[in-house]
């Protein structure tokens, strides 16, 4: 199916001769990336540090966030109310202001990758540690077991498939978080790849980029599969 697409895409581009700066061809772009790989690997490598950096701290807050809020119930109002206000803010427009405090080095990438990461982590876990059924509270109640007991040997097992859950949505999710906030001014990066290539109107290697994006978050997706199934070993 995929190799029938690009098949079609390099027939259109030959056949109607799109101009390079519109469209350019499969072969072109595959061109454009092995004349320099080591130019679009680097680049990877910045923004899948950036990623790698949002996503463990907005997944660690998430986290501990919601254990937090499992543990002391009548903070979860204004818990998710903060928790929304942050998600509703666009990022598009908090991006700069970052840059402009922060600099162009990695720091602001990482703060709106995990701005980005936080929200869905702590919506899942928060879900699986309330998943607990009242019978088993109740068991766990009869023999005496703390509320921090409860949270540790009952709720953060019963949360684990929904930790997995956001981290399949979230793991992809912050390459895009960490290009996006390339785009805003860095010095490396995939994100400017694609913003030098959209300046000159140099569409070869900014589809490059994106094909490597594509690539690095299909890879991301299933490496967090591949953990779930070896962690969660009950679900198989």
């Known amino acids: 199916m995929l190799a029938s697409l690009f098949a079609a895409w390099e027939f259109t581009v030959q056949w109607r001769e799109i101009p390079v700066y519109l469209l350019p061809a499969p072969t072109r772009i595959a061109q454009t990336f092995f004349a320099r790989p080591g130019y679009f690997l680097s680049a990877l490598s910045v923004t899948l540090i950036e990623a790698l950096g949002g996503l463990l701290i907005g ?3 998430g986290i501990l966030v919601a254990a937090l809020v499992s543990l002391r119930p009548n903070l979860e109002r204004g818990v998710m109310t903060l928790a929304i206000l942050v998600k509703s803010t666009p990022l598009a427009a908090i991006a700069p202001l970052l840059t402009i405090w922060l600099g162009f080095g990695i720091v602001p990438k990482i703060i709106i990758t995990a701005l980005l990461t936080f929200f869905p982590t702590l919506v899942n876990v928060l879900v699986g540690l309330n998943s607990a059924e009242r019978e088993m509270l109740d068991l766990m109640r009869v023999h005496r077991a703390t509320n921090w ?62 094909f490597i994006l594509s690539l690095s978050g299909m890879a991301a997706y299933g490496l967090i599969a591949w953990l779930e199934r070896k962690v969660i070993r009950w679900k198989s």
């Open 149 to 210: 007991q409860i949270l540790v040997h009952l709720r953060a097992w019963l949360a684990l498939p929904y930790l997995f859950a956001a981290l399949r949505v979230t793991a992809p999710l912050s390459l895009v978080g960490a290009v996006i906030a390339e785009w805003t001014g860095a010095s490396g990066g995939l994100g400017r790849v694609m913003w030098l290539a959209y300046s000159n109107l140099n569409l070869p290697p900014m589809f490059a980029a994106i």
């Open 59 to 61: 997944g660690l807050v």
